[in-house]
């Protein structure tokens, strides 16, 4: 039995937070089970599940008496998102859960994500997920910059991006500033405004040859 006439908007809101729910219990570890319910469908509202051994669940599971009961909470205090709250799981392990209302068209609740933390759970697994020593494979080791505004945040990532290519022994003088345009391109600078400017001043070229560089990189890509 459905609880709301779901608009093709609606299903794709829903879909747009799968993903969500995988980031989260990568980032959160094997400890964190992530479910988002659809409420098109009490009957089988889970629509997607991460380490659902946690509660025994799977795609297509109904909706737990408790997500019924936090959602009348959610829909009765109108301007509230979530609700956080300790609950125990199906082999009575301690959990810390949270609800959070995903709305939908004329801000109906037309889904739900439940993040379910077992803290009863191995302490070893959770501090190695949170491990620096998780950092250390070349895939992982990113660094970010929190920059105050566009332009710092550019003049750092051209600043980073000049240290590397300099660094670099296999990169010839002569392409040295193809190759920083090149990588400055893959890095997303570009997209944003006074970029090509900002760029030119660091390199101490022209525009020009910012954008024939750049130019030159796309119709590359293009014939391959």
Known sequence: MSYLSFTDEDHLIIKSYEALVYGIADYLGSECEVVLHSLHDYNQSAVVIANGHHSGRKVGAPITDLALRMLKELENSGAKQSKSYFTRGKNGQLMKSSTIAIRGKDNKIIALLCINM????????????FSPNQLLSPE?????NFA????????????????E?????EIP?????????????ERGVFQMRD??????????????????HLRNY???????
Request: overall charge negative; charged content about 20%; cysteine-free.
């Open 118 to 129: 077992n803290l009863d759970g191995s302490l070893s697994n959770f501090l190695n997920t």
């Open 140 to 144: 992982n080791n990113v660094k970010e």
């Open 173 to 185: 003088h002569h392409n040295r500033n193809k190759e920083i345009i090149r990588l400055l391109l």
């Open 148 to 163: 105050n505004s566009v332009e710092d945040l550019l003049k750092n990532t051209i600043e980073t991006t000049i240290h």
């Open 195 to 212: 970029s090509v400017a900002i760029v030119s001043n660091a390199l101490k070229i022209s525009k020009h040859t910012v954008y024939l």
């Open 165 to 169: 290519v300099d660094a670099s022994q």
């Open 218 to 224: 796309n119709n590359n890509q293009g014939e391959d």
